[in-house]
C-alpha cells in the first residue's frame, strides 16, 4: 500500500480526470472516407441530405461574406464533425442550434459540438465564413474578366465552401447570391424565386436544384452576362449563360446544343435533369467542366481560332454525356472516374465519327497504340497511380479519356452492338441521382451479355498492358 497526502491525491485525481477528457477527445486531425486518390477527403459519419449556400459578391478579388448551412443525418454517435474546408476564414459555428467550437485541421474544418451527437439523428450545421477567390490556379472560383465561375472538380469545392467533398455523397442544393447591380447571377438548377432587390442596389439571386450533387459539380455564375432562353426535346428549358458582348456571335453554337441532346437521347435515353445549358465564360482554365446542367466552357473555345467546328461540337457532346455519365450517375471512389471521362469521350468520339471527321475505328486504333504508354506513366483505367506522398495527384491522365473509350469499344466489340446499347441504357437508368462504380458495370454488363465477363474485362481495367483487341488482331500496342 502506498500512502499519499491530501492534496497530492487531488492532483494526482486531477491529472487523471484530464488523461480521461484527453482520452475521449483526442486533437482534431483531418479525416476521409478512404479513398484511395485522396485519401484525406469526405468525411465519415454523416450523410449529407442538403446544402444552403449564402455568398454576398463585391467583387472578383474580395472575399465573399457566405453562410453555409447543412442538414445531414449522423450515421454514428458524433462528438467531434469534420467538414471539408479551407482558404476561407470561420467566424462562428452552430450544431442543432447550439455554438460549437472549431479548429481546422490540415483541409479540414473539426466542429466540438456543446452536446455529443446520437446516430441516426439529424444534424443541422451552420457556418459562418468568408469565400476566398484570390490566389488558387488549382481550382474552387475562377475569375473571369466580369466576374466569378466555379470549378471544383475534383477536390476543390472545399476551397468554396464547408461540405463533404467526395461525389460518394450526394446532395440537394439551394444557392443564394447577393451581387451588385448590373449583374446577372446564374447556379444549378432552376429559380427559386424572383431576384429580390437589396439595400444599396444590390439583389439577391436563388437557385435550387431538383436532383442531387456531387460538390464537384456546384456552378455559381457572377458577371455581365446574357441568359438565353430556349427549348429542347421534350419541352425541356434551354438557359444558356454568355458573356452579354457575345451574345450575337455565340448564337450560332447555342442552336446547336438542342441537336445534341436529341442525339444523346437516341443512344443513352432521357435527359436526366430539369434543363440543361452551356456557361461560356471570359476565362483561362485550360479545360471544360461538367457542372450539373451548366457546363462551363471557355469562351476562346468558341473563338472559330484553331479549332475547326466538328471539333468544337464534339467537345460540346463531350460535357452534355456527362450529364449522364458522371453527373446523374457519380463515381463511387475517384478510381471509377475511367466510367464518367470513359464515357465521355466515347460519346465525343461517337459524335465526331457520325459527322464523317474523325472516325471512330481510326480515334480508338491510334488510342490502342498508345495505351501501353498511357498505363505505363499513368496506371490502369480503372486503378489510377495514386500521387507521391506529399505531392498532389494530377488525376485527369489519357489513360482515364481515350484509354478508358477503349475499354468500351473493346466491350462492344465482345458482346456486340445490341448487348453494348443495352448496357449502356440500363446504366444511367439504373443508377439515376446515385453513385456506382466498375465492380457495378461489370455486373450489370456481364447480365446483359448473358455470361460472367469479369476475367475479359478485368485486363483491361486493371492490367499493366493493353489487352488483345477482339476483332482486331492485327491491332498493335506499339507506337508508330
Not at 59 to 67: G, H
Not at 78 to 85: A, P, R, V, Y
Request: hydrophobic share 40%; with cysteine; charged share 20%.
Amino acid at each position: 500500500m502506498q500512502l499519499t497526502s491530501p492534496r497530492l491525491r487531488a492532483a494526482l485525481l486531477a491529472a487523471a480526470s484530464l488523461t480521461l477528457v484527453a482520452a475521449v477527445l483526442p486533437p482534431p486531425k483531418p479525416l476521409g472516407i478512404g479513398d484511395r486518390l485522396f485519401p484525406e477527403l469526405g468525411n465519415p459519419g454523416y450523410d449529407v441530405l442538403s446544402y444552403d449556400l449564402s455568398f454576398t459578391y463585391k467583387d472578383n478579388k474580395s472575399p465573399l461574406d457566405a453562410v453555409t448551412v447543412i442538414d445531414a443525418r449522423a450515421l454514428r454517435p458524433l462528438e467531434l464533425i469534420n467538414l471539408d474546408f479551407t482558404h476561407g476564414k470561420v467566424a462562428s459555428v452552430e450544431v442543432n442550434g447550439e455554438p460549437a467550437r472549431f479548429e481546422s485541421a490540415g483541409e479540414d474544418l473539426v466542429l466540438t459540438p456543446a452536446r455529443p451527437v446520437a446516430a441516426h439523428v439529424p444534424l443541422h450545421i451552420t457556418v459562418r465564413h468568408t469565400s476566398d477567390p484570390r490566389g488558387r490556379a488549382d481550382g474552387g472560383w475562377v475569375p473571369t474578366t466580369d466576374g466569378l465561375a466555379m470549378a471544383n472538380q475534383a477536390d476543390a469545392a472545399h476551397r468554396v465552401f464547408p461540405c463533404n467533398d467526395h461525389p460518394a455523397d450526394k446532395a440537394y442544393f439551394t444557392f443564394r447570391i447577393t451581387a451588385p447591380a448590373g449583374l446577372t447571377v446564374v447556379a444549378n438548377g432552376v429559380p427559386g424565386a424572383l431576384p429580390v432587390p437589396q439595400a444599396g442596389g444590390a439583389t439577391t439571386w436563388t437557385y435550387r436544384t431538383r436532383h442531387p450533387m456531387a460538390t464537384e459539380l456546384a456552378q455559381v455564375s457572377v458577371g455581365r452576362s446574357a441568359v438565353v432562353h430556349g427549348t429542347g426535346p421534350h419541352g425541356l428549358p434551354l438557359r444558356d449563360v454568355v458573356p452579354a458582348a457575345d451574345r450575337e456571335r455565340l448564337a450560332p453554337w447555342l442552336k446547336k446544343t438542342a441537336g445534341h441532346i436529341a442525339w444523346m437521347e437516341d443512344r443513352v435515353g432521357r435527359y436526366p435533369f430539369e434543363n440543361y445549358g452551356v456557361l461560356i465564360a471570359r476565362a483561362t482554365t485550360g479545360f471544360e467542366l461538367e457542372t450539373q446542367t451548366l457546363s462551363l466552357f471557355e469562351n476562346s473555345l468558341f473563338s472559330g481560332e484553331g479549332y475547326p467546328e466538328w471539333y468544337v461540337e464534339s467537345v460540346m457532346v463531350h460535357e452534355l454525356a456527362h450529364q449522364w455519365f458522371g453527373d446523374s450517375v457519380s463515381p463511387r471512389t475517384w478510381s471509377d472516374l475511367w466510367l464518367n471521362e470513359g464515357h465521355a469521350t466515347w460519346y465525343e468520339a461517337l459524335y465526331a465519327d457520325g459527322l464523317g471527321k474523325y472516325s471512330l475505328e481510326r480515334r480508338m486504333r491510334e488510342a490502342y497504340t498508345r495505351s501501353d504508354q498511357w498505363r505505363a506513366a499513368g496506371g490502369p483505367p480503372a486503378a489510377p497511380k495514386a500521387a507521391a506522398p506529399g505531392e498532389k495527384i494530377g488525376l485527369f491522365r489519357p489513360v482515364v479519356y481515350d484509354g478508358a473509350a477503349l475499354i468500351l469499344y473493346a466491350l462492344r466489340q465482345e458482346i456486340g452492338v445490341q448487348a453494348f446499347d443495352r448496357v449502356e441504357r440500363r446504366w444511367v437508368a439504373e443508377h439515376r441521382d446515385s453513385v456506382a462504380g466498375t465492380e457495378d458495370f461489370v455486373r450489370l454488363a456481364s447480365q446483359e451479355a448473358g455470361r460472367d465477363l469479369t476475367s475479359f474485362l478485368q485486363p483491361w481495367l486493371y492490367g499493366k498492358t493493353t489487352p488483345a483487341m477482339p476483332g482486331h488482331p492485327d491491332w498493335s500496342g506499339k507506337s508508330v
